[in-house]
């Protein structure tokens, strides 16, 4: 069953500065992962997709890499600003025969201008 | 180009009563997910159809049941309602097109609506 962890599971940095968010999971044999974006009660916006033939993806500010065989993820954002306050989700999509997206818990960014 | 839209936004009802909710795909997707998003589970997968098929079901009760129409649109029903079905359903469309268009590996990028607030009083 694949499990997906994010840590650090709460962050505060102050408006400027670069930050990583990092993600792990625990079965390589994925198709891709995508970071997801979610403000308070709102659905979730994607960030980026990375296939698991690919080990990065950029994004304006935004830098995904993508180590399958050591089944990690790192979301980098630079110069951060306050309007990058919101959860952020990884999902690795994987399955037997099947696809499905795994979950993390999250991590929620807070940006201090 | 419109995105997916989710209807109702918000539901409230009562334990033993059941509910439909609706998913719009972008125009053009044609595979629809749905997920359940509770502040204990975090997001969890209830399940997914393409051309009107459920492809994949996550690991929920046969209280919660869904089907796609032949235009995309999607709708999940949970019946015998229970309080712990209280969260937000999400749902979510991609294209699912790649050189092999059934190959899980090539699918596109998933595309999430708003959700539905459902509370169960």
């Known amino acids: 069953k694949q499990e997906v962890t994010q840590i650090p599971a709460a962050l505060s940095v102050p408006e400027g500065e670069n930050l990583v968010l990092n993600c792990s999971f625990t079965d390589s044999a994925i198709y891709n992962l995508q970071w997801f974006r979610q403000d308070p009660g709102k659905g979730l916006t994607s960030l980026l997709l990375i296939q698991s033939s690919q080990r990065e993806q950029t994004s304006g500010r935004l830098n995904a890499s993508l180590d399958k065989s050591s089944g990690r993820s790192t979301l980098y954002i630079a110069a951060s600003q306050p309007g990058d306050s919101a959860t952020y989700l990884c999902a690795v999509g994987s399955g037997a025969g099947s696809y499905q997206l795994t979950f993390g818990k999250g991590t929620k960014l807070s940006v201090i201008p | 180009k419109a995105g997916v839209t989710q209807t109702p936004r918000y539901l409230i009802k009562t334990r033993g009563q059941q509910v439909t909710l609706s998913c719009s795909p972008i125009s053009g997707h044609r595979s629809v997910s749905w997920y359940q998003q509770t502040p204990g589970q975090g997001l969890q997968f209830l399940f997914e159809?393409?051309?009107?098929?459920?492809?994949n079901k996550g690991n929920f009760p046969g209280r919660f049941s869904g089907r796609q129409f032949s235009n995309s649109r999607s709708e999940m029903n949970v019946s015998t309602l229970e309080l712990g079905d209280s969260a937000l359903y999400l749902c979510?469309?991609?294209?699912?097109?790649?050189?092999?268009?059934?190959?899980?590996?090539?699918?596109?990028?998933?595309?999430f609506g708003p959700g539905t607030r459902l509370t169960v009083l």
């Open positions: 159809y393409f051309s009107e098929t459920q492809r």
């Open positions: 979510a469309s991609s294209l699912a097109i790649g050189a092999r268009d059934l190959i899980y590996q090539y699918y596109n990028e998933q595309f």
